[in-house]
């Protein structure tokens, strides 16, 4: 077990381009399991990459249990790493592909079947062990990715987006099987993806990424209800925070927090003419698109999400009263995006 | 509509067998014509007395095959076919599997590089191999002029490297590979860049250095596409004579003789007909084997 830290850890792939990871500086806890949360492009792959070791920083410092190892072989990292595509060796079989890392790092022959049976027994693939990678269905090939992982006990594990191969049904049991995974393990973990729900629902703490820029690190509630910047208030969070641009300050809140007047709890709220132009209808809630009618912002799409629990009645063309709670609203600086002060509302 | 139209146009031209057999037609021609006539006649002239010149024939049963077996040239012309396929092709695919892991890694220039190494294969086999002829001569070597330069050997006794029999045999091995090295490198190339590139970094984050990774997990995956350049390699080096009859024409004293051209210089220059089509005869088994695994490796590939 080890803790992971980077001191302004920078990439640039060519030289006077926008560098793919720009300054980062940030620290595991010991055992926890931290995402790296981004868009496509945003540099979280890179910075997996370089801890692992299959990039070279362009500046800063890697540290891995308190020991800088920027000069060191991913081997000599004691890392494991899970590929998006799981990286399985096709032609051995699971057995050999378990066996593999044991292999390579010279543990002695009489202990080899007794670990693989342990890795694969802990994922429960013991039954797998002759067949070859292309006779396993997607999900059982992520569990011999994981078991090839496991099996050495590195100190950290690196994932990079190793749901994202499976259908829609499997993502979630196998999600599920993860967090049990580290939670009976309990190596410290890094985890790549771009899906929030599974960086909700994972995380302890989130790393929001974006341009090779660290927008926010915090627990899952803290990114989501407290977003430090417009990019990960709008990233997080489906459908996005609305968002009201005035002279210098931005006010956010919700969708969720956007609800009909007499449903807003607590008497400290602001009220919006509502007008409804389109309804989704998803099941377990209503999705309502429609803008504010004040003359501001009849241009600007806002969305309100209702629960299915909450009244009917909000069909497109109609008007209502709409509110959010003093409470929801997050204001952000107009010109630096950042997280601002409450301060009275600007269309008071 | 016009596409459903079509579709069902073109479903009934499938199944139409007049005009299925007019499309495949061009292929069976050829096929019977340029490779099938000429393979019943080699067998028809082996059983036969044919010559060139004479309008007599007669049918002479396994003469011919008896005769050619009693004839040391023949032995010996089995023997060095395959030491020169081999040879050559043990050079060939170890060469070709490090030019082609070699040429994968991008650096400056190695576009410039890739075409160098292909130019031999691109090049006319016979200018080629004249070149060569002129680089191994006897007196005008340029080989000879550098080792002789670096006090190698003494100017008064320099190798002959096309005048003794076994410097004579790796002669004619040198330049068939440095011939058939790019065609290799260029199909290998292909199989180590269909590599994910996950693979070998897996292989690194498991642990395994440099060899290891090439030894277990790159080489066993490019194995399927080694084995079809080997079996190509085997079929151009085996039926092969452009550069045994350019560099030796057969010599010294048939050290250099191989089946093709005994064939050839039995049959066509010697005008013995029969004896050259009972010759070329012998190469079938080789090549029908070879076939047959080629067969096999493509079909596995096609699985996989």
Known sequence: ?348 | MAIAASKVKSAGAAQSPVLGAAMFSPAVLYILLLIGAPFALAIFYAFSDARIGSTQLHYVGLENFRSILQSPSFRQAVQNSIVFTVGSQLIVVVCATILSLALEAPFRGRGLVRFLILLPWVAPVSLGTIGWKWILDSIYSVITWVLVWLHLFSPYDTPMWLGEPHLAMASVICVHCWRMIPFATVIMLAGSSAIPKEIPEAAEIDGAGYFSTLFRIKIPMMLPIINVAVLFGIIFTFTDMTVVYILTDGGPFDSTQTLPLLAFTTGIQGSDLAAGAAISLFLVPVLVAVAYFMLRVAHRAEVV
Not at chain 1, 161 to 170: C, I, M, R, V
Not at chain 1, 328 to 347: G, Q, S, V
Request: aromatic share 8%.
């Open chain 1, 1 to 348: 077990m080890a803790v992971v830290e980077t001191r302004n850890l920078t990439k640039v792939f060519k030289e006077g381009e926008l560098g793919a990871v720009n300054n980062v500086s940030l620290a595991t806890h010991e055992g926890e399991f931290l995402v790296f949360l981004g868009p496509s492009g945003s540099g979280k792959t890179t910075l997996l990459r370089m801890i692992a070791g299959l990039e070279t920083p362009t500046s800063g410092e890697i540290l891995i249990g308190g020991q800088v190892v920027n000069q060191r072989s991913p081997r000599e990292r004691r890392i494991a790493m899970v590929f998006q595509s799981y990286a399985l060796y096709p032609h051995l079989t699971v057995y050999q592909n378990i066996c593999f890392p044991l292999k390579a790092q010279k543990v002695p022959k009489n202990q080899h079947r007794q670990k693989v049976e342990w890795a694969a027994g802990l994922l429960s693939i013991g039954k797998l062990l002759d067949r070859k990678p292309r006779e396993l269905s997607g999900g059982e090939r992520q569990r011999v990715a994981l078991a090839r992982a496991i099996v050495r006990e590195p100190a950290v594990f690196l994932l990079d987006e190793p749901l994202s191969n499976l259908d829609a049904k499997l993502r979630a049991s196998a999600r599920e099987e993860l967090e049990q995974f580290h939670k009976n393990i309990g190596t410290t973990t890094i985890y790549v993806t771009h899906d929030q729900v599974e960086a909700m629902a994972m995380g302890d703490r989130v790393v929001v990424l974006h341009q090779g820029v660290v927008r926010q690190i915090g627990t899952p509630k803290e990114v989501y209800e407290d977003p430090a910047d417009t990019f990960v208030a709008t990233f997080l969070g489906s459908p996005p925070m609305n968002l009201l641009e005035f002279s210098d300050i931005i006010v956010g809140f919700r969708p969720e927090g956007f609800l009909p007047a007499d449903l807003v709890a607590g008497n400290k709220q602001v009220t919006f003419r509502y007008r409804v132009k389109y309804v989704e209808y998803l099941g377990a809630e209503r999705v309502l698109y429609g803008s504010i009618e004040d003359g501001h912002f009849e241009s600007k799409e806002i969305i309100s999400r209702l629960s299915w629990t909450m009244p009917t009645g909000y069909d497109a063309g109609s008007v209502h009263d709409f509110a959010v709670a003093e409470s929801d609203l997050r204001f952000f600086d107009r010109k630096t995006e950042k997280r601002a002060d409450p301060r009275p509302y600007p269309w008071q």
